[in-house]
């Protein structure tokens, strides 16, 4: 038996349950609405919590439900201690707390401190004089003037969801604020030591004392910026804003911060959960591995964005991409970590990327629709890190109705991008409706509003997405609902959701798809994803078929020996093919996993 490589330092196959556990995302906004207004919210997701259980969810993940504007569906927060109402109320909360420990589950909350709405108090009071003992919770910069005699921005930095400025003047103390989001978003300023505290004290420790079990943190590596704000490089000399990440992402006291973080909060919390989102950080995996070696004490895992942007950035300007790229990417992850002592985050959805099985499977039949989601599922519970399962991808949802117009995309996102662009080729061509085909193209394929749209329970009003009434979802519920939703597969053992069960099942079972040391086969073969895990006595093989052909796959010798098999799934019905003579048939699509000794 060829050997494979266990570079890693002791810690990384010792056990957690942070590491074993299933975290299953709720966006509670099209989760469940349980009283008919048409919004799901706290008592819909208490509604499911058995579902969850049975399908093997140790962990929801929820996203905001606190007071906010939703300017950004949430992530514009305007009292961390409120329940927005649209959602229930901080008492719903306690109880969805208590019911989820009942059932020995866990609840990580959204954890949003790089900005907050423009209406928190904070912000509120820091905006009416320069002098105010809130002024330096936010970033505030007098302007610049040409040489003309312009008003300008303090720097030329690009917020995130237009190609405006990332600097909104304030007429009443005569300064600009920092937003590297939308206007509504002023960023905290994370250099003042009372703002830390604040954060730490007021957020953090306040919900933990609830009975919060940790945190997922929004775009926690921009906490740090460099402090002197410099221009930004000009990498599109025709857009006045340019890219600001090179001094906001990353920057030069992030890991001081979240120490600080771990030693004021979180290691006096035994066994929390908490991952960081780390966006704008491209190939780069030594600027992010720090942020989760154990020895750093900051954060157990992260979410990293370079698999996610394997099809296109900026996100919604997609591209085409090769099997061996995406394997690449996700197999130097693997060894990396591995070999490094960190720790994976294990995802292909999340609310803020369209569909996998739609991006990275194939949707076009339901046949191959199946086939994917399943093959997708296979991929995902057999690598090393915690694991992560996005609402709705269960059951295969898929990416929105290629016929439906701009109007029904209603993320800030998808609606800036699209009518920025619109008046740019109104203004170049003359014309009232020039062709925006290839901008409706990125969208289709990559905006956030195809996470977004309401969970599909059955095939009733709504499919099932309220629970009483029969009044219109905030977002329109996808056309396909009556043919692809829990009710229809949930009894089914052949559908995507009983699969997701068997897998969930098959991953708890075997440590080695958790922990396993990762070996990537046939890197170069554009067909076949096929890579072996091993932990302790035991060898695992996995073959996935990304393609709609029939494949001869010739085992390289690093497989080893595949007859003792101890256990074995794949996606396809029956028994699994023979491998002889070191040849396996794979069938279109077709994931096969076995287990030896």
Known sequence: MASIDKT???????????????????????????????????????????????LGVDVIWLSPVYKSPFVDNGYDISDYHEIDARFGTLADVDELISEMHKRDMKLVMDLVVNHCSDQHQWFVESRKSKDNPYRDFFWWRPPKYSPEGERLPPNNWREEFSTGSAWEWDETTQEYYLHLYCKEQPDLNWETPKLRQAVYDEIMKWWLERGCDGFRMDVINLISKV??????????????????????????????????????????????????????????????????????????????????????????VPKDYRLSEFKEITSRWQVEMQKRGGWNSIYLENHDVARSVSRFGNDSTPEYRIATAKLLAALECTLSGTLYVYQGEEIAMANLPKDWPIEEYIDIASQTYYYEELAVRKAKTGEPNPDMSDIMDGIQRKARDHARNPMQWDDSHSAGFSLRGNSKPWMRVHDDCREWNVAKQIDDPDSVLSFWKKMLAFRKRHLSCTYGYYTLLSPD????????????????????????????????????????????IGNYNGPLQDIKGGKVELRPYEAIIIATQ
């Open 8 to 54: 890693a330092p002791e810690h990384y196959q010792e056990r957690a349950h942070f590491k074993e556990c299933c975290i299953y995302q709720v966006y509670p906004a099209s989760f469940c609405d349980s009283n008919g207004d048409g919004v799901g919210d706290i008592q819909g997701i208490i509604s499911k919590l058995d579902y969850l259980k049975d």
């Open 227 to 316: 402090p002197s704000l410099p221009d930004a490089p000009i990498k599109n000399p025709n857009e006045k804003f340019q890219e600001p990440y090179k001094y906001c992402a990353n920057g030069p006291r992030v890991h001081e911060f979240l120490q600080e973080m771990n030693r004021e909060v979180l290691s006096k919390y035994p066994n929390l959960i908490t991952v960081g989102e780390t966006p704008f950080t491209h190939h780069d995996f030594d600027v992010l591995v720090p942020y989760v070696l154990p020895e750093n004490k900051e954060l157990q895992t992260i979410f990293q964005f370079e698999q996610q942007e394997v099809d296109g950035y900026p996100q919604l």
């Open 525 to 568: 073969d554009e067909k076949v994803f096929s890579y072996i895990k091993e932990y302790k006595n035991e060898r695992m093989l996995v073959l996935l078929n990304f393609t709609e052909e029939f494949v001869t796959y010739a085992l390289p010798k690093e497989a080893g020996d595949v007859q003792s098999i101890t256990d074995s």
